[in-house]
């Protein structure tokens, strides 16, 4: 079975500044797809960005990025010039891309805190 | 274009009554999740549906769990009776289709307690 997991608890930053946040997995498979999303206190999960295992290319969406090390089973995002409003927990999620196996495996989250 | 749509946002209900949430996907999405969220944990799936068929229920406890999906529009997500360790967050998701590769859609959740 996939599991994904996220190490750090907590992160801060402050406002304008650069923070990554890490994520790891652990899967047999060689096609998969990779997301994080952002679940604010709404509880509503927003899917911040998504990568493609078979791209070596990073994923990118505008303040957003990913480094994606698929040897190391690594998936990383950065989060550069942060806003107040990036201030949420964040998931980590893994999907087969195999067959009808269509379930999110989420790692546990980070809490990001913007401090003004 | 409304999105997903849960009910009710919250509840708070004494162990060994019986609890339902409700869900209605985005129009035309073929395929719906329920999810659990346990307090500080990610999401993990309870069942999915493809149209009004359930194919995937493997993680749910079906001696107090219970789900339909009428007319594969609208679901419901029942515990009967519900339990202290039920107390989380009870999402719902839609998608297009189950082919579907992406990131699909949540809804804002119902957050259960059980006293």
């Known amino acids: 079975a996939q599991t994904v997991t996220q190490s750090q608890p907590e992160m801060s930053v402050q406002e304008a500044e650069t923070v990554t946040l890490s994520c790891t997995y652990d899967?047999?498979?060689?096609?998969?797809?990779l997301f994080w999303y952002k679940q604010p206190p709404s509880r509503q999960m927003i899917l911040v960005i998504r990568?493609?295992?078979?791209?070596?290319q990073n994923a990118t969406e505008n303040r957003f990025s990913v480094n994606f090390q698929k040897a190391a089973k690594s998936f990383s995002l950065k989060i550069s010039d942060s806003q107040l409003g990036d201030a949420a927990m964040y998931f980590c999620?893994?999907?087969?891309?195999?067959?009808?196996?269509?379930?999110?495996?989420f790692g546990q989250g980070t809490r990001l805190t913007i401090n003004p | 274009e409304a999105g997903v749509v849960q009910s009710p946002r919250y509840k708070i209900i004494e162990k060994k009554q019986p609890v339902a949430f409700w869900c209605n996907p985005i129009?035309?999405?073929?395929?719906l999740y329920w999810y659990r969220q346990n307090l500080g944990q990610g999401p993990e799936l309870l069942i999915r549906?493809?149209?009004?068929?359930?194919?995937?229920d493997s993680q749910l406890p079906k001696d107090r769990f219970s789900a339909e999906r009428l007319k594969g529009v609208d679901s419901t997500l029942k515990i009967q009776p519900a339990e202290l360790g039920d107390s989380a967050v009870y999402l719902c998701?839609?998608?297009?289709?189950?082919?579907?590769?992406?990131?699909?859609?949540f809804g804002s959740g119902t957050r259960l307690t059980v006293v």
């Open positions: 998701a839609s998608s297009p289709d189950g082919r579907y590769l992406w990131g699909y859609t």
């Open positions: 899967t047999s498979e060689s096609d998969y797809y």
């Open positions: 990568q493609e295992a078979y791209k070596q």
């Open positions: 999620a893994y999907r087969s891309a195999i067959g009808g196996a269509q379930k999110l495996v």
């Open positions: 129009s035309g999405h073929n395929t």
């Open positions: 549906y493809e149209n009004e068929e359930a194919v995937d």
